[in-house]
């Protein structure tokens, strides 16, 4: 068995508000190198529960976090560097780091609820259960 993480993707219209929808999981699991997303995008009940927002954009966040998963959504602007309290060093770009980046707190529309975890023989039918728990 396999130790796994996983995050609620939240659609928050009205941050201020603090409610929301769940419209996807991201689950990562090191020992397999796996790190994937499911979402769904329910325009009708997105519309109902937040009038005026715009889907075009909601869909185009959820979509870069595929690309994040996929380790593309930087693609042509190189690995950077970051400063630390001892210097400068490069950044990683692995399936932890990525899910760091997914899993912490933001104040935006798409928003990752708290990080949970559990063990598991196949990470991707793993993924596919939290979904259909989560969301559906």
């Not at 997105?46 to 715009?54: H, N, S, W, Y």
């Not at 598991?120 to 728990?133: N, V």
Request: hydrophobic share 45%; net charge negative.
């Amino acid at each position: 068995m396999d130790a796994y993480q996983y995050v609620v993707l939240r659609c928050v219209p009205r941050p201020e508000r603090e409610e929301f929808l769940n419209v996807g999981v991201v689950l990562y699991c090191p020992e397999q190198k796996f790190l994937a997303a499911r979402w769904t995008l329910d325009e009708q009940r997105l519309a109902t529960f937040a009038p005026g927002l715009d889907l075009s954009l909601v869909r185009a966040a959820l979509e870069s976090v595929d690309l994040i998963c996929a380790g593309a959504a930087h693609a042509g602007f190189g690995a950077g560097v970051r400063a630390t309290a001892y210097g400068i060093r490069a950044l990683s770009d692995n399936e932890s780091a990525r899910f760091g980046l997914l899993k912490a707190p933001k104040s935006t529309v798409l928003q990752p609820g708290p990080v949970h975890g559990g063990v598991t023989t196949d990470a991707s039918a793993e993924l596919d259960r939290i979904f259909a728990h989560q969301i559906a």
